[in-house]
């Protein structure tokens, strides 16, 4: 089948590349020239483990390619995805911009009947929206579909490739099959292709993040209990994790969620809500708590250096919002770093691939260290900022060696609170006796 992709973000990119790889011949189009210019010499603009292979594959089988040409991108697709930016208007609603922008384009572009799918995380109503807009300049049958992306950064190709469920929202029988045909090949294992009507599938992918963001919340608001009663937040887990009901996944307590789609989601399902008359409580508590989650361990840290971190050389390990990916989005690591810069201390800071991002937000106001232990010289004490995997079993003499105290404060749990104690650390974690 013939696809475009408008936008070659995130979800723009991995969409387009997933779809030529089963097959189909995908033109991405973007406005960024620069962007668009790196794309077609093979070089992948974002971090994605796996993204790369299947990238250069299908370019060099001419299945995949990239325009700046919005007419020529379209030209004899039979399904158009719209997978374009949708940041928070200063009020935290969508901002629907440039969505609508490019419908309004489309409407003289489109040659025959066509499928527009909305990829974007876009707000209840949107695709009739888009319909308008379109319909405005068309001279040809079209339906616009709803098919919300569920993919987590890091493990988006398998995400793509292999989701537990596709939604698509549309009425129409036409695009339905056609929706079908195209995801076909991920959905071999049985896994649903679930239909509904358009709104529905708009609300389901704010309810997910939504509902997410609020079980990660719980969970932390369970762990600052947890701390008060001298219960374990990681016994507490696994103990409710095993009732099927409320399953594993996603219970993990910490210093908040970041990124770019949880906490702008929220905040726009809350505001979706007051348009409506509703007051969607539970959500403007999630954000609340996490805001307040991110330097959750600050006062601790304060408290170890006597209450002032005036001077104090911080060591941080981990910059990005999560792990496998150099997405710095609302990531905590930026609010702490914020507040020790406040408080006059120094910090060095290591991350495998979110540095060069972190760099362009705060240049010099930070140190860059090149490796995990190169943080730690002279530093005074060690923040834990990020799971990465390399950070999991540090060797503890050749910490104990290069910092100036013995002193960790894991914002992700990362070790066990027995063992640093018979080491000799003062050890802070989330939710979990010292
Ligand atoms: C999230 C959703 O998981 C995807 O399904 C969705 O498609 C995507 O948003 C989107 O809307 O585009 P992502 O933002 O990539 O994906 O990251 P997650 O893996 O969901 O993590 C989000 C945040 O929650 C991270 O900051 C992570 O550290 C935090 N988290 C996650 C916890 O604090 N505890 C947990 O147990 C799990």
């Known amino acids: ?195 509904m009507d358009e709104r529905s599938a708009e609300m389901t992918k704010y309810a997910a993040n939504a509902f997410l963001a609020t079980k990660i919340t719980f969970m932390n608001e369970i762990a600052n209990l947890c701390e008060r009663v001298g219960a374990n937040v990681d016994e507490v887990r696994r103990g409710i994790g095993t009732d099927s009901r409320i399953g594993k996944r996603f219970l993990f307590a910490g210093i908040g969620y970041g990124g770019s789609c949880f906490p702008k989601d929220v905040q726009a399902l809350a505001k979706t809500a007051e348009e409506n008359g509703y007051n969607f409580r539970i959500l403007k508590a999630v954000m609340q708590v996490n805001q307040e989650q991110k330097t959750k361990l600050i006062p601790a840290l304060k408290e170890f250096f006597g209450g002032s971190l005036q001077g104090k050389r911080i060591a941080i390990w981990g910059l990005s919002f999560k792990p496998y990916t150099d997405d710095v989005r609302e990531a905590p690591s930026l609010e702490n770093i914020k507040v020790l810069l406040n408080e006059g201390a120094i910090v060095k800071a290591y991350d495998p691939e979110a540095m060069e991002n972190v760099k362009k937000i705060l240049g010099n106001q930070i140190e860059y260290a090149e490796s995990p232990y190169g943080a730690l010289v002279n530093a005074d004490a060690l923040m834990i900022m990020t799971e990465w995997p390399v950070f999991r079993t540090p060797d503890f003499e050749v910490v104990e060696q290069l910092l100036k105290n013995k002193a960790i404060f894991d914002g992700r749990n990362l070790y066990e609170p027995r063992q640093m104690a018979e080491l000799g650390f003062h050890y802070v974690s989330i939710g979990r006796m010292k």
Do not use: W
């Open 1 to 195: 089948m013939k696809i475009a992709v408008i936008g070659t973000g995130y979800v723009g990119l991995v969409t387009g590349t997933c779809f030529a790889e089963t097959g189909n011949t995908v033109t991405c189009v973007d406005i960024d020239e620069e962007k668009v210019k790196k794309l077609q010499s093979g070089i992948v603009t974002i971090y994605e483990p796996g993204l790369e292979v299947l990238f250069e594959r299908n370019i060099q089988q001419g299945r995949l390619r990239f325009t700046t040409d919005l007419a020529e991108g379209v030209k004899g697709a039979k399904v158009i995805f719209l997978a374009l930016p949708t940041p928070p208007d200063e009020d935290g609603s969508a901002d629907l911009k440039y969505i609508l922008q490019v419908a309004e384009q489309l409407g003289p572009l489109l040659e025959d009947y066509t499928v527009v799918v909305d990829k974007s995380t876009v707000p209840v109503g949107t695709a009739e929206l888009v319909h308008e807009r379109i319909a405005r300049n068309a001279k040809v049958e079209f339906d616009v579909v709803s098919n919300p992306e569920f993919l987590r950064e890091g493990v988006a190709v398998e995400d793509f490739m292999k989701p537990e469920r596709v939604v698509v929202g549309t009425r129409s029988e036409r695009a339905r099959k056609i929706m079908e045909q195209l995801y076909a090949p991920m959905v071999r294992q049985g896994n649903p292709i679930l239909f």
